[in-house]
């Protein structure tokens, strides 16, 4: 059996925006928002009595112009009365992923492939989870490893410490030191089976200054990025998620040391007095592919 620790997606998901699928006008800003991702809410920020009106603004947001994002409808748990519906939505507009809530368990995500399936959902639409629960964190390992069933179409995990706080009783504070083990958990548990793990909002989107600074931790976490609750928000995540200069030019630097004939069967290069094993190549790989994806897409948008 291979020992190589599965790579993680090679998608741009710095900045995914949470829009209330009930906000009409915050709909209609999303086609020119700069963000990696949107995840239309009909969840905990639609009112139980809002939620048709909700699903009827989604139809009506799929039948016009594609968004050119990743996109995600946020469902209400299988669970309660709303979840049925919202997953025959969700197949009906086949969004990229549906994005469920509260995950405890590997079965949350496994109930919710099989009835994918059994409706001939299209393969490539993904499942994600939000871990957000005291029990989703104590089994973030295990439902990481549900990714590996055959059909689980299981692709990341988003943190949501709002209800993880909320059932636990942590405070809200600068530097999340309480938390701080449990967002590694899931960072852990993403990386072992190849998936990814977005960070949790955060809520105070006047004040750029501490976004900015939570920004910096989740990336020195090793999160790929942010969920965002305000369009404030999109220009740092964007920036301290993306990968520097320098460090597109460290990558490219790795690539051209291993492509270079001098380096065939080599495992160590000197770089510039510093050691690189082949074993950062991959890594550098990744960086700088997703460093083109973003060029790519400001050349787009230009
Ligand atoms: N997506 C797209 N546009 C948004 C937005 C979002 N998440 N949040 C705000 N906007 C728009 C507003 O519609 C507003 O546009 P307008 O000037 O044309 O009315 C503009 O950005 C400025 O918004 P602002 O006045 O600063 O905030 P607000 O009072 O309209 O909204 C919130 C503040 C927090 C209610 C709103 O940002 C929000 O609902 N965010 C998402 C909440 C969510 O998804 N929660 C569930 C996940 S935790
Ligand atoms: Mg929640």
Redesign the pocket.
């Known amino acids: 059996m291979s020992r190589q620790t599965p790579l993680r997606s090679a998608r741009l998901r710095r900045s995914v ?4 699928a009930i ?1 009409g ?3 209609q ?2 086609h020119d ?1 700069d963000c990696d991702g949107v ?1 239309f ?1 009909l ?3 639609v009112a139980p009595e809002k939620k048709a009106e909700a699903r009827e603004n989604l139809k009506a947001f799929f039948a016009g112009k594609p968004l050119g994002k990743e996109t995600i409808i ?1 469902v209400n748990a299988l669970s309660t009365p709303f979840g049925r519906d919202d997953l025959d939505l969700v197949l009906r507009l086949n969004p990229d992923a549906v994005l469920l809530p509260k995950v405890d368990e590997p079965q949350d995500v496994l109930g919710v492939s099989d009835r994918l399936a059994e409706a001939d959902a299209p393969e490539e639409l993904r499942i994600w989870a939000m871990i957000e629960t005291p029990r989703g964190v104590l089994n973030a390992a295990a439902i990481a490893e549900a990714g590996r069933t055959p059909g689980s179409r299981l692709d990341c995990f988003v943190v ?1 410490l ?1 209800d993880l706080r909320k059932e636990t009783g942590v405070l809200q504070q600068p530097g999340r030191a309480y938390l701080v083990p449990w967002l590694m958990q899931v960072v852990l548990a993403v990386s072992a089976y190849g998936l990814d793990a977005v960070d949790s ?1 955060f809520n105070d ?1 006047k004040d750029q200054k501490a976004f900015a600074d939570e920004c910096l931790q989740g990336r020195a976490m090793g999160f790929d990025g942010k ?6 928000q999109i220009k740092a995540a964007n920036r301290h998620f993306g990968p520097d200069e320098q460090a597109v030019m460290e990558a490219e630097a790795i690539i051209a040391a291993f492509e270079d004939p001098a380096a065939a069967g080599l495992n160590v290069v000197n770089i510039g007095g510093r050691m690189v094993e082949r074993l950062h190549l991959v890594q550098a790989e990744a960086l700088v592919h997703k460093a083109r994806l973003i060029a790519k897409r400001s050349i787009a948008s230009a």
């Open positions: 925006l949470s829009v209330p906000n006008r915050a709909l800003k999303v928002l995840i809410d969840e905990d920020s946020r949501g709002n909002v989107f969920m965002l609750i305000h369009p404030a």
